[in-house]
């Protein structure tokens, strides 16, 4: 059954998604470049973006265990046939300190999957940031890019548009990170009615009725879908109900976090939730893609 709905999936979607990824633009990341600017100059059109938050397990294992590729880890394996199967691309969120001294022998395998997937800051594991200063917010993603970089060599590895965790970061402490270099292009926001980050209440409003927020010079997406909240149901049709046959134009921002599909050692069946996704956005012709591909003009 799996492997029948996975030729479905490449049937319904590879051929699509690969037509419509739009051109990622150049980032720099070759030893010796200087650092990408804090600017995407493509226009904004729909596209889908998948997230995992809390990205440990296929770190630690990269770590201890004595691969010959990262790909026989097996959380980066089903993201390969993922990519394979029907053009996905994926970020990993990660607690910062998981990323310290990272073997560097893959780093023409990360460098290689650039286009497809990327490593963003989720915490730097003393909590979240919305107490943090701008001093701390700076730091913290400097020391996040550093290490990204010597495990990767390359700064396109590097996810600028991250989940913070608990959807927190003071104002100083995301002008921090922004500041950096390459710093932040923009945060994901909250999935709920909750407010996020520095936003105000009346702005959180006006995020929650917008496909996204421009504020400060970065930008705010509001978070679409959380895959656990319907660990009993359908994927393929909660994404029916929500948006329908013709989905509106915007950016769709779906995600779920590590250890719900991954416990270490084995993949689950709630891995399903992507390639259901995968194939209800393949049929509306909707490519996969990551939101610093694209500007955001204030609105």
């Known amino acids: 059954m799996k492997a029948l709905f996975r030729i479905s999936l490449l049937l319904l979607c590879a ?3 690969f037509a419509c990824t739009p051109t990622v633009p150049p980032t720099g990341g070759d030893e010796g470049d200087d650092p990408p600017t804090n600017e995407a100059p493509l226009a ?3 596209f889908l973006h998948i997230s995992f938050d809390d990205v440990e397990h296929c770190f630690r294992n990269l770590k201890e265990k004595n691969y010959a590729s990262i790909w026989e880890e097996p959380f980066l394996a089903a993201l390969r046939e993922a990519r394979e199967g029907y053009g996905a691309t994926f970020s990993l969120y990660v607690w910062k300190d ?3 001294d990272q ?4 780093q023409i395998e990360w460098q290689a999957a650039s286009d497809w997937l990327k490593i963003g800051l989720h915490s730097d594991g003393d909590g979240n940031f919305a107490e943090a200063d701008y ?3 700076k730091t913290e993603w400097e ?3 550093s290490d990204v970089y010597a495990m990767t060599g390359s700064y396109d590895c590097i996810d600028r548009i991250p989940r913070l965790h608990n959807f927190a970061g003071s104002a ?3 002008r921090g990170m922004s500041e950096a270099a390459p710093g932040a292009l923009g945060f994901l926001a909250a999935d709920d009615t909750r407010i996020s980050y520095d936003l105000t209440a009346e702005e959180n409003a006006v995020l929650l009725e917008s496909d996204y927020l421009f504020y400060n010079n970065r930008v705010y997406l509001p978070t679409d879908v959380r895959f656990e909240n319907y660990r009993e149901q359908s994927i393929y049709e909660i994404l029916a109900q929500k948006w329908g046959a013709t989905p509106t134009d915007k950016c769709f921002i779906l995600f779920t976090h ?3 599909v991954y416990d270490g050692t084995a993949m689950n069946k709630c891995f399903s939730w992507i390639d259901e996704a995968a194939l209800y956005f393949g049929e509306k012709n909707i490519p996969f893609a990551f939101p610093q591909d694209f500007s955001y003009a204030e609105k």
Do not use: D
């Open 15 to 17: 051929a699509m998604l």
């Open 44 to 46: 904004l059109t729909p």
């Open 98 to 100: 998981i990323l310290h």
């Open 103 to 106: 073997p560097s022998c893959y």
């Open 135 to 137: 001093t701390r917010g």
């Open 143 to 145: 020391h996040f890019v």
């Open 172 to 174: 100083e402490a995301l």
């Open 258 to 260: 590590e250890y719900e």
